[in-house]
């Protein structure tokens, strides 16, 4: 039983499209994540979400919108997709919630290609 | 400057070789530090988790801090073509987010 599940896991789609990408966890955190990895494998945080309030949100173009239904999931939808935006997109959740992230638990990741 | 800096690689190296995965981070006030294991295709896990400075040991793996000099270190002894992956160190920023280092690609030969 998978703990952090993400789908797509593969995308392949035109510059100026729509998509979007949903996470669920299973495993009762609190805290849930957005991480972009690029070619280079560089792991940067896009955002949090704490009990589906956003907490962090790293200046990320606006293009990019997270929503949280409830704490068991987040998705991310992207809009007017770029080139730049190709990228593995990692889901992740946390047990902690405060100021100390804690031990992070990742998704496989939906790896996006835009063309 | 990056927070966390990490060489990327690749390093190769032959089965039962003792392996030296290094990062170095500029903020002195971090102090929760992490090393996470990425196979191909796959998110990372994490490998190791240490506070402050000091040695912590799981079977053979060794991760070490040396606040001093902002230096991380993750040591593997008799490494295992399992072993082969992608290492990413991570230290906490204790305002909610972990800043993870480039990566290092390493590959065991057997």
């Known amino acids: 039983d998978t703990a952090v599940s993400q789908t797509p896991k593969y995308l392949v789609t035109q510059m100026g499209n729509d998509k979007s990408i949903k996470c669920e966890q299973n495993?009762?955190?609190?805290?849930m994540y957005w991480y972009k990895q690029d070619s280079k494998k560089f792991l940067k945080i896009m955002f949090s979400y704490n009990n589906k309030e956003l907490i962090i949100n790293e200046t990320v173009p606006n293009r990019f919108s997270p929503k949280s239904p409830d704490k068991a999931h987040l998705n991310l939808h992207i809009n007017s997709l770029e080139l730049g935006d190709s990228a593995v997109y990692f889901c992740?959740?946390?047990?902690?919630?405060?100021?100390?992230?804690?031990?992070?638990?990742f998704g496989e990741g939906s790896r996006l290609t835009v063309l | 400057q990056k927070e966390v800096e990490q060489d990327p690689g690749p390093l190769s190296v032959p089965e039962g070789a003792i392996v030296s995965l290094n990062c170095t981070y500029s903020n002195s006030a971090f102090q929760y530090f992490m090393w996470y294991r990425q196979y191909s295709r796959k998110g990372p896990e994490l490998l190791m988790y240490?506070?402050?400075?000091g040695n912590k040991e799981d079977g053979r793996f060794t991760a070490q801090v040396d606040k001093s000099s902002k230096y991380i270190s993750l040591f593997i002894r008799d490494s295992q073509p399992s072993d082969s992956a992608t290492y990413l160190c991570?230290?906490?920023?204790?305002?909610?987010?972990?800043?993870f280092g480039q990566g290092t690609e390493l590959s065991v030969k057997p």
């Open positions: 992740a959740s946390s047990q902690l919630s405060g100021v100390v992230a804690g031990e992070l638990f």
């Open positions: 240490t506070y402050s400075s």
């Open positions: 991570a230290t906490d920023n204790q305002g909610g987010k972990l800043i």
């Open positions: 495993l009762g955190h609190d805290t």
